[in-house]
């Protein structure tokens, strides 16, 4: 089994514990800055579990996931030589430059589409710190973000129960991806209106 399954498997595990939303919140502030394995994966279960407290669940998740983009913009603001060394070793560093010519062209919404999608928060919470993003902007475009995904995972859950968990894990991604390429092409056509 590969690294990320086992990182999988645990997380599912955490799900089930008794200090479970300890956990959550744990992992919702780890995954922000340097975790792998988003939140989603113990969000879901545990609103399945208590869908009566899904909504607490989603609110749990992003406060603590704005917090750990918090570490991970001073993670990139003061020590991104620390951390530059280790994008050019798991190779992402072309992500980052990426990420980066994204900043200097929408800036707050290039913040509120990772916060939204599948795509890997902590490159951007680094990133947003490394240009030196405002912090006001990247705190609002985080939790609007974050916030509009988390409630979003405990609404459908809670509501549409196992089934609509099933779904969601087999179409996370498309989904994400769906929002993303909206929230470019409406970008795109302002800045070319």
Do not use: C
Not at 36 to 56: G, I
Not at 67 to 72: C, T, V
Request: charged share 15%.
């Amino acid at each position: 089994m590969s690294l990320f399954g086992r990182l999988y498997d645990k997380t599912l595990s955490w799900s089930r514990h008794p200090h479970a939303e300890r956990y959550l919140a744990g992992l919702s502030f780890a995954e922000s800055s340097f975790f792998p394995v988003p939140p989603d994966v113990m969000l879901a279960p545990m609103a399945l579990a208590r869908n009566d407290k899904a909504m607490r669940f989603a609110l749990l998740t992003t406060i603590a996931s704005v917090l750990g983009g918090l570490l991970g913009y001073l993670i990139g603001h003061f020590g991104f030589e620390l951390v530059e060394p280790w994008l050019h070793k798991l190779h992402y560093y072309e992500k980052y430059l990426t990420v980066r010519s994204w900043f200097d062209e929408w800036g707050f919404w290039a913040m509120l589409i990772a916060g939204f999608s599948p795509i890997p928060y902590k490159l951007f919470t680094i990133t947003a710190g490394a240009v030196s993003m405002a912090l006001p902007p990247f705190v609002a475009a985080s939790a609007i973000g974050r916030g509009a995904r988390f409630f979003l995972v405990s609404f459908l859950i809670a509501k549409g129960g196992e089934r609509m968990e099933h779904h969601i894990r087999r179409y996370i991604d498309a989904i994400g991806w769906a929002v993303v390429a909206l929230v470019v092409a409406y970008v795109g056509y302002k800045t070319l209106a």
